[in-house]
């Protein structure tokens, strides 16, 4: 009899998860819970839905999410499959038309014969004996997350921010220019609003002013260091933006012929351009607060008309080198692997990993042989030492993370300099990858 493994998470986490078993021949339950219900920040009815055009950031090797990239394509990743079909210019960064990419998803996983996309809510912890993966992400809906409080002793919970959106037609062209730091990619991947000292210091004047959305008082803000709100970045010093996401370094204003004070950056949203993302512009504003502080004090959005507007969201992890056994799986309730955000790991790129390992460690248990993690020299092993507690002192206080490199064992032989650092480091996951292939 063919074995049957539900996955509860339509997010990137539970596709590649699912996409994985299905591939080698085991039946899956795939649970969503759209079109009935919705996070806050969901949008779309598909499957592996993404905020933002390049939540896949850096597809450079030498950074260490761009290979976990590499990795997961040799690890023939549906995810990365799909982003790279869905790929728009963006430099050297993997971004995606986040429609096309969902459809793509969801069109291979509706269409493999052994997936079944079941599109209901689950409110409680699926029973033993059979397994199960939990992959419902870091916005999980209240009733399984306070299930899964009362198997794993509380939940964290940490607030993270997306960036607004304006169309296209609506950016004025006489301010804003087409180029890429350091003339990367094709040079017209990014549209660049630049500021001098004065706008610049008018611009951080009206953020710290301006009305923010508070958390509820039984909520206490637990910012994600990589994704701070703007406001919060201006609160933190008057040049912290400037060296932040508005750094005008790489890039020249054509008008003055010399580097602007700071800039906003702006990146495609979609393949035809119709729509651009304020990079780094994550944020806690007031919707009104938005709209009026970023046409009247960010040079060529005076016009501007917003797609979507920033917001915060609550993100709910476990403790997961506590409550994890080595295999991902809760220690009081074994036959669920937990996968994703929920695990402590922060990124698109990164949850897929997540999936792919959680479905390698259940096939690994179907067929009754021991869980084999992914070599630590990886940058998917990596994110299992994050996850697992390996990567960080006794007693460390638990939180999400990217992928970085700091999370990998040291490369042999201590090499000195970022560059050598780097090399060194891919030289090796390259080398350990193949070990683990299936």
Known sequence: MRRRVAVVGGGLAGCEAAWVLADAGVEVELFE??????????????????????????????????????????????????????RVPAGDALAVDRQAFSALVTERLSGHPLVRVRREEVTELPEPPAVAILATGPLTADPLAEALARVTGGRLAFYDAIAPIVSDETVDRRVAFASSRYGK????????????????????????????????????????????????????????????????VGLVDPRTGRRP????????????????????????????????????????LA?????????????????????LGP???????????????????????????SGLTAARAVLDRLHGRPFRPPPAGTAIGA??????????????????????????PPPEGRPRGKQARQAAHVARARRQIEEWLP
């Open 185 to 248: 990619g094709s040079g017209d991947d990014y549209l660049n609003l630049p500021l001098d000292e004065s706008e610049y210091r008018a611009f951080v004047d009206a953020l710290l002013v301006a009305e923010k959305v508070e958390p509820h008082a039984f909520e206490e803000p637990r910012y994600f260091e990589g994704c701070l709100p703007i406001e919060v970045m201006a609160e933190r010093g008057l040049d912290v933006l400037r060296y932040g996401p508005m750094k005008p």
């Open 327 to 353: 295999d991902l799986s809760l220690r009081e309730r074994p036959h669920l692997v937990l996968a994703g955000q929920i695990t402590g790991v922060e990124g698109y790129v990164e949850s897929a990993a």
């Open 33 to 86: 819970m759209k079109p009935g219900r919705r996070s806050p920040v969901q949008r779309l009815d598909g499957l592996a839905e993404l905020v933002c055009s390049n939540s896949l950031r850096s597809d450079n090797p030498l950074n260490a999410v761009g290979l976990l990239h590499e990795e997961l394509r040799h690890l023939r990743s549906l995810v990365l499959a799909c982003a790279d079909a869905a």
């Open 303 to 323: 016009a501007a008309e917003f797609e979507r507007l920033g917001q915060v969201h609550r993100n709910t992890f476990v403790d997961a080198p506590r409550v």
């Open 261 to 300: 004070h700071a800039v906003v950056q702006l990146r495609r949203e979609d393949r035809a351009g119709t729509a651009w993302n304020l990079v780094g512009f994550q944020t806690r504003l007031t919707w009104p607060e938005q709209r009026r502080v970023f046409r009247e004090r960010i040079p060529g």
């Open 383 to 408: 994110l299992y030492r994050h996850v697992t507690g390996e990567a960080h002192p006794p007693g460390a206080d638990y939180q999400p993370t990217n992928v970085v490199f700091a999370l990998f």
